[in-house]
Antibody
Framework: EVQLVESGGGLVKPGESLRLSCSAS????????MNWVRQAPGKGLEWVSS????????LYGDSVKGRFTVSRDNAENSLHLQMNSLRAEDTAIYYC???????????WGQGTMVTVSS | QSVLTQPPSASGTPGQGVTISCSGG????????VLWYQQFPGTAPKLLIY???QRPSGVPDRFSASKSGTSASLAISGLRSEDEADYYC???????????FGGGTKLTVL
């Protein structure tokens, strides 16, 4: 079964750091660009970051640029998001998604909740 | 405020049809393919439409989509109560180098 499972979410204080992980299974992870998308409580979807299969092309949304770092371990079939200098507005469910060659996010994880609060 | 603009809500009665619009610009909808996602409360989004009007396997043909210029639309025919969900359009923006999502449309089946 094709599956993405996120982990690492939790409650942190403003300014602190957190590292999210996404474990992929059921498909050839190394063949796909992967993305992080987040959704603040009661709000819409916001794209966070993208990393190509060979890590040669990495992009970030403006709201996280300079604070978040995406990485992947193709040997371990895992995707990561290092989040530093967290702010209250980073509070959201973070989803790991697989991107097809038609730029579609066809597989989504169940999400992991990040809460930034003092 | 999202670069891709959707109406916040839409509604219809069972059996009816409904259309959800998504308005963007030349650098996103005008030059890249449009995606549509469906999301039920408390669950992850699901891909509904890709490449402007293509349905992934398993998506009923009651769902269709189109694009014209810098706007796109999602049409749902023969509404069912289980179609009640949030719907998001999305597209890559070649100027912003960013994936954009519309603000989402909450569909209510009356």
């Amino acid at each position: 079964e094709v599956q993405l499972v996120e982990s690492g979410g939790g409650l942190v204080k403003p300014g602190e750091s957190l590292r999210l992980s996404c474990s992929a299974s059921g498909f050839t992870f190394v063949s796909y660009t992967m993305n992080w998308v987040r959704q603040a409580p009661g709000k819409g979807l916001e794209w966070v970051s993208s990393i190509t299969s060979s890590r040669n092309f990495i992009l970030y949304g403006d709201s996280v640029k300079g604070r978040f770092t995406v990485s992947r371990d193709n040997a371990e079939n895992s995707l990561h998001l290092q989040m530093n200098s967290l702010r209250a507005e980073d509070t959201a469910i973070y989803y790991c998604t697989r991107e097809t060659n038609m730029e579609a996010f066809d597989i989504w994880g169940q999400g992991t909740m990040v809460t930034v609060s003092s | 405020q999202s670069v891709l603009t959707q109406p916040p809500s839409a509604s219809g009665t069972p059996g009816q049809g409904v259309t959800i619009s998504c308005s963007g610009g030349v650098s996103n909808i005008g030059s890249k393919s449009v995606l549509w996602y469906q999301q039920f409360p408390g669950t992850a989004p699901k891909l509904l439409i890709y490449n402007n009007n293509q349905r992934p396997s398993g998506v009923p043909d009651r769902f269709s989509a189109s694009k014209s210029g810098t706007s796109a639309s999602l049409a749902i025919s023969g509404l069912r109560s289980e179609d009640e969900a949030d719907y998001y359009c999305a597209a890559w923006d070649v100027n912003l180098h960013s994936r954009l999502f519309g603000g989402g449309t909450k569909l209510t089946v009356l």
